[in-house]
C-alpha cells in the first residue's frame, strides 16, 4: 500500500487525537459523496481519534448542487444520513486535511498537481488502498488502475449501488485501520 515513509506518516496520524480526511472525485456529486456518507457513518462513534470528513471534486461543474439523486438514493437505501453540497478541491485543502483520499488515478493526479510541497503530496492517498484487498496494490504500478472507482454518473442506481459496495469495503479498512 505504502513506502516507509507514508508508512510512518500513517502511524503519526493514527496516534493523533484527530483525523480530518477529504475525498475527492471529478465532480463531487457522485463518488466522494457516497464515501463521505458511508465514512461518516462508520467513524461516528469513534472518539479516539475522532474523524472528520470532507469532500470536494477538482472539477468546477456542479459547485453549489446537491448529491446525484442515485448517489443519494444508494447512501439512503444502506441506512447512511447524510445532505451535501458540491464543491471544487483547492489548495487550501492541503491545510485543512491529514489525509486527501482520491476515487480514481485522474483524480489522484489533478491533485498531486496542486501539491506545493512533498508534505502535501504525502497525504494523498487512493481512498481503496484501505480495502484490504487492494492494499498491497502501489497506486504507480502496473496494477494501480484496480484501485480506481468507478464514475457511475448518468448511470442507472444499480450502478451506484456498485459504487457503494466498493466505497463500504474501502471505508471499512479504514475504520480498522484507524482502531489498529
Known amino acids: 500500500m505504502h513506502s516507509l515513509k507514508t508508512v510512518n506518516y500513517l502511524a503519526a496520524l493514527r496516534r493523533q487525537p484527530v483525523i480530518s480526511v477529504h475525498i475527492v472525485c471529478l465532480g463531487n456529486i457522485c463518488r466522494s459523496p457516497i464515501a463521505n456518507a458511508v465514512l461518516l457513518g462508520l467513524t461516528k462513534d469513534l472518539t479516539s481519534p475522532k474523524v472528520f470528513v470532507d469532500s470536494s471534486g477538482t472539477g468546477s461543474w456542479h459547485v453549489g448542487q446537491p448529491a446525484a439523486i442515485n448517489s443519494e438514493l444508494a447512501w439512503q437505501s444502506a441506512g ?79 450502478e451506484f449501488e456498485s459504487v457503494l459496495k466498493v466505497i463500504e469495503a474501502a471505508a471499512t479498512g479504514y475504520v480498522t485501520w484507524v482502531k489498529s
Open 80 to 158: 447512511y444520513k447524510y445532505q451535501y453540497i458540491a464543491k471544487q478541491f483547492n489548495s487550501g485543502n492541503f491545510i485543512k486535511h491529514d489525509l486527501i483520499l482520491a476515487m480514481d488515478l485522474s483524480n489522484r493526479d489533478a491533485i498531486l498537481k496542486l501539491a506545493k510541497s512533498d508534505s502535501d503530496k504525502d497525504k494523498v492517498f487512493m481512498f481503496t488502498s484501505f480495502d484490504p484487498n487492494k492494499s498491497k496494490i502501489d497506486p504507480d504500478g502496473h496494477e494501480a488502475t484496480k484501485l480506481s472507482v468507478a464514475d457511475p454518473y448518468g448511470g442507472p442506481l444499480t
